[in-house]
C-alpha cells in the first residue's frame, strides 16, 4: 500500500524557517517522483517543487526560487521542503504527492497535509 507522510509543519513568524518531511513507503522510492503542493485558504492547490531520481529537481512556482528548496534521502524514503524567508503568504496546508518516475504536476498518490501558519 502506498503511503506518504507529510509532517513538520507549524507555526513560524515571518521571516522563519520551517522543515517539511514527506515519508514514503510501499513504492520503490526511485522509481517515483514526490512533489509538494499546498493549497492556501480560499485557494486551489497549487504545486511548488518536485523531484525526481530519473529528472532531478522541477519547480512548478517562481513564487518559492531562492527561498525553498526541495531534497532527498533515499536511504529514509524521505523527501524534504526547507523553507526559509518566510511569509503569511505562504500560509497553506502542505501535501506531498506521488507519480510514476516524472514530474508531470498529477501525483496518483497524495499524503494528508501539514500546515503551516506564518505570523506577520
Known amino acids: 500500500e502506498v503511503q506518504l507522510q507529510a509532517s513538520g509543519g507549524g507555526w513560524v513568524q515571518a521571516g522563519g524557517s520551517l522543515r517539511l518531511s514527506c515519508a514514503a513507503s510501499?513504492?520503490?522510492?526511485?522509481?517515483?517522483?514526490i512533489a509538494w503542493y499546498r493549497q492556501a485558504p480560499g485557494k486551489e492547490r497549487e504545486g511548488i517543487l518536485c523531484?525526481?531520481?530519473?529528472?532531478?529537481?522541477?519547480y512548478y512556482s517562481d513564487s518559492v526560487k531562492g527561498r525553498f528548496a526541495i531534497s532527498s534521502d533515499s536511504s529514509k524514503n524521505t523527501v524534504y521542503l526547507q523553507m526559509n524567508s518566510l511569509t503569511a503568504e505562504d500560509t497553506a496546508v502542505y501535501y506531498c504527492?506521488?507519480?510514476?518516475?516524472?514530474?508531470?504536476?498529477?501525483?496518483?498518490?497524495w499524503g494528508h497535509g501539514t500546515l503551516v501558519t506564518v505570523s506577520s
Open positions: 523531484i525526481s531520481s530519473r529528472e532531478g529537481i522541477t
Open positions: 504527492g506521488a507519480e510514476h518516475y516524472y514530474c508531470s504536476g498529477y501525483p496518483g498518490y
Open positions: 510501499g513504492f520503490i522510492f526511485d522509481d517515483y517522483s
